[in-house]
């Protein structure tokens, strides 16, 4: 319970280390030094917590048959979720902003540990203590949801069908598979938003 409590809290400090930035506390060299620090602890923590555990069972081919599947489920989902919504949800305008302030490495350090840090709270830490197929799905996706969208909407909708698609991804291949996938799709967006 401890080890839930303490990811529950690493969003957290993953925002105050750009907060720290762009508050003028730390320069960008500290900034990247401790997201760098920040990440190598979590995949050693990741690395602690699996040993005697099942977390990273499947072959690299079923990820990858995976990852390219669900990559194209959430896009699909996507597209469908923006043809019915004319705005962005408070999680993506926040986003937006937050691009443009601080360095783009930084940023995609940010994006990297956010969906490495979520994959581990929802997708397994959460995971392990519910029971049955779609239990995990349905709780994992909808605090997956809320914890990017507050209010009942569209965009909560298309968190928590991007949450049952990180899930079934969960599911079908291992942690290490949602996390590739999570962090996937952010860079995916992070990249095309650079295009526009």
Same mark, same amino acid.
């Given at each position: 319970?401890?080890?839930?409590?303490?990811? *529950?809290?690493?969003? $957290?400090?993953?925002?105050?280390?750009?907060?720290?930035?762009?508050?003028?506390?730390?320069?960008?060299?500290?900034?990247?030094?401790?997201?760098?620090?920040?990440? #190598?602890?979590? +995949?050693?923590?990741?690395?602690?917590?699996?040993? =005697?555990?099942? #977390? $990273? &069972?499947?072959?690299?081919?079923?990820?990858?048959?995976?990852?390219?599947? =669900?990559?194209?489920?959430?896009?699909?989902?996507?597209?469908?979720?923006?043809?019915?919504?004319?705005? &962005?949800?408070?999680? @993506?305008?926040?986003?937006? $902003?937050?691009?443009?302030?601080?360095?783009?490495?930084?940023?995609?350090?940010?994006?990297?540990?956010?969906? &490495?840090?979520?994959?581990?709270?929802?997708?397994?830490?959460?995971?392990?203590?519910?029971?049955?197929?779609?239990?995990?799905?349905?709780?994992?996706?909808? $605090?997956?949801?809320? +914890?990017?969208?507050?209010?009942?909407?569209?965009?909560?909708? #298309?968190?928590?069908?991007?949450?049952?698609?990180?899930?079934?991804?969960? @599911?079908?291949?291992?942690?290490?598979? +949602?996390?590739?996938?999570?962090?996937?799709?952010?860079?995916?967006? *992070?990249?095309?938003?650079?295009?526009?």
């Amino acid at each position: 319970m401890l080890r839930l409590f303490l990811f *529950y809290l690493l969003p $957290f400090l993953n925002n105050y280390l750009l907060l720290a930035y762009l508050q003028g506390m730390i320069g960008k060299e500290i900034l990247v030094t401790l997201q760098v620090l920040f990440l #190598l602890n979590l +995949a050693c923590e990741i690395y602690r917590f699996s040993r =005697g555990r099942d #977390l $990273f &069972t499947s072959c690299w081919k079923k990820r990858l048959l995976f990852l390219a599947l =669900g990559l194209l489920a959430m896009f699909l989902l996507s597209l469908v979720m923006t043809g019915l919504t004319s705005g &962005t949800s408070h999680n @993506q305008s926040n986003l937006l $902003f937050l691009q443009d302030l601080i360095p783009w490495y930084a940023f995609l350090l940010f994006l990297i540990l956010a969906s &490495t840090i979520e994959e581990c709270l929802y997708r397994q830490l959460i995971w392990e203590r519910l029971n049955g197929r779609w239990g995990r799905l349905l709780v994992t996706s909808f $605090f997956f949801a809320f +914890a990017h969208e507050v209010s009942l909407s569209l965009s909560f909708l #298309l968190y928590f069908g991007l949450g049952l698609i990180l899930g079934f991804m969960r @599911q079908e291949t291992d942690l290490l598979g +949602a996390i590739s996938l999570h962090i996937t799709w952010n860079l995916l967006l *992070y990249f095309l938003l650079l295009l526009m």
